[in-house]
C-alpha cells in the first residue's frame, strides 16, 4: 500500500468532495480492489468516508468533518515538503507555493525544527548545472497552457537536425532522466507525440483553445526493449575517466588492468547516441571488442581527423 496516493486521495477527497472508485482507479492506473482497500485503510486512520450509491455516487469525507492534524506522520509531512520544494524550485506556480504553506501549517511548532531537519535530509534540485536558457520560461508556458487548454506552436528541431513546425494540444508535462518533456496531440502527425523541451525553439502561446481528447499516457518504460537491443562490449579505459564511465555502468564491471587502466563490460545499444558516449571519453578509452564495433569507431574517428584535417 502507497503512503504517497493514500495522502493523494485524501486531498482529492478534501478538494473534489465525491469521487467513484472507477475514478480513483483509473487515475492511480490501478484495479477497484486496491482502491477499496485504499478507502478502507483511510477510514481506520480515523477520517470518515461514507459511500453514496447510485447516479452521481461514490466516496466523499463525512461532511462538516475537518482535517485532524495528526493523520500525517512527521515523516509524511517531511517527505510531502521534499517533493512540493523540488518542484516549486523548477515550475513556479502559486498553486504549489500555497500547497507548501498548507502542509507547513499541519506541523505543530514544537515540532517544526525535527520536520524541517528532515525535510533537509535529502535535498532534490531539478536545475540543470547548465543548459539551455530557456527551458524555465518555456515550463511557464506549457503549465499555462495545460491550465487553460490552449495550443502551444514551436519549432522542433529532430535527429540529424531536421526541423518542422508543430501545433500541439498540450497534456502533460514529464521530467525523465533529467530532462523535460510535453506530450501532446501534434496536428502535423494527428497523433499524439512526446517532445523534449531543449530541441523545442521558438515557443508560443496561442489564443486557440482546445476540448481534451481521449489521452494517451506517453511510454516511458523501455527495460524490455533496451534488454532486446543492448549488448556488453568490452573497453578499456584510463583511470582518469573512471568516475565518468561509472555514470553508465556499476563497479562490479571493472577489472583492474596495471596501475593505470580498467577493462569494462560496458551496456552498449549500436546508435548514434552511445558512439558518441565513447567518443566523448576521447583517447582515455579504448574499444577492444567486438569488432565490429571497434572497426566503426576508428571509421568515426578517422571522420573526425577529416574534418578538423581541413
Request: charged share 25%; hydrophobic share 40%.
Amino acid at each position: 500500500m502507497k503512503v504517497d496516493r493514500l495522502i493523494s486521495i485524501i486531498i482529492i477527497l478534501l478538494d473534489k468532495k465525491r469521487i467513484s472508485a472507477q475514478q480513483l482507479a483509473d487515475m492511480f492506473e490501478v484495479s477497484l480492489r486496491t482502491i477499496y482497500r485504499d478507502i478502507d485503510a483511510i477510514d481506520r486512520a480515523g477520517i470518515p468516508i461514507r459511500a453514496i450509491s447510485g447516479v452521481g455516487g461514490g466516496f466523499e469525507i463525512m461532511p462538516k468533518y475537518k482535517l485532524d492534524k495528526q493523520v500525517f506522520s512527521m515523516a509524511d509531512l517531511s517527505a510531502i515538503l521534499m517533493g512540493l520544494s523540488s518542484l516549486s524550485n523548477m515550475i513556479r506556480d502559486d498553486e504549489l507555493r500555497n500547497a507548501l504553506i498548507k502542509v507547513k501549517s499541519l506541523i505543530p511548532v514544537d515540532q517544526a525544527e525535527d520536520v524541517e531537519l528532515k525535510t533537509n535530509q535529502i535535498h532534490i534540485d531539478l536545475n540543470p548545472w547548465m543548459g539551455n536558457s530557456s527551458i524555465q520560461s518555456y515550463l511557464e508556458m506549457i503549465k499555462t497552457a495545460l491550465e487553460e487548454k490552449r495550443v502551444i506552436s514551436f519549432v522542433y528541431i529532430a535527429h540529424h537536425g531536421n526541423k518542422t513546425v508543430r501545433t500541439v494540444e498540450p497534456y502533460q508535462l514529464v521530467l525523465k532522466s533529467n530532462h523535460w518533456y510535453v506530450q501532446g496531440y501534434c496536428y502535423k502527425r494527428n497523433d499524439f507525440r512526446l517532445f523534449r523541451l531543449s530541441r523545442i525553439a521558438n515557443l508560443r502561446l496561442l489564443e486557440k483553445a482546445f476540448t481534451p481528447r481521449d489521452y494517451q499516457k506517453p511510454q516511458l518504460e523501455f527495460d524490455d526493449m533496451l534488454a532486446s537491443m543492448q549488448i556488453e562490449i568490452k573497453i578499456r579505459i584510463h583511470k582518469s575517466v573512471l568516475d565518468r564511465v561509472l555514470d553508465y555502468c556499476s563497479y562490479e564491471c571493472f577489472c583492474p588492468d596495471g596501475d593505470e587502466h580498467y577493462i569494462v563490460r560496458f551496456p552498449f545499444v549500436e546508435n548514434d547516441y552511445h558512439y558518441d558516449i565513447l567518443l566523448g571519453f576521447g583517447d582515455k578509452c579504448e574499444c577492444l571488442e567486438p569488432l565490429h564495433i571497434r572497426t566503426k569507431m576508428k571509421q568515426r574517428i578517422q571522420n573526425m581527423i577529416t574534418v578538423y584535417g581541413n
